[in-house]
């Protein structure tokens, strides 16, 4: 039987990191949550509009504006690259949906 450590004080170094990331995250998200606000918008206009839900050029223009970004911030473009495809697929779906009155 594997004999229990007992617990440790915690690391302020490692929880000075934790809270941190923490931080990160909860604004990514309030961050994500406010372009879906505007793309939600640019949707219902599109679709009051009759525009496409997409707009292949635009996308990847941003692509590569965002690949940049990522180079510059000394972060892997190609992580950058698959975060935004991600999101900018999940905001076609949106405009799919209101375009067909969803």
Do not use: C, W
């Not at 039987?1 to 990331?21: C, E």
């Not at 909860?26 to 406010?34: D, F, S, T, W």
């Not at 940049?68 to 405009?95: S, T, W, Y």
């Amino acid at each position: 039987m594997a004999q229990d450590n007992p617990p440790s004080a915690p690391d302020p170094i490692l929880a000075g990191y934790r809270a941190s990331i923490d931080n990160i995250d909860a604004a990514l998200i309030h961050m994500l949550a406010e372009r879906f606000r505007i793309t939600k918008a640019v949707g219902t206009y599109k679709a009051e509009h009759a525009l496409p839900p997409s707009d292949p050029g635009r996308e990847e223009r941003q692509i590569a504006r965002l690949r940049k970004l990522a180079e510059d911030a000394q972060l892997d473009p190609d992580f950058g690259e698959k975060f935004i495809r991600f999101v900018i697929e999940e905001v076609i779906r949106h405009h799919e949906r209101a375009k067909n009155g969803q």
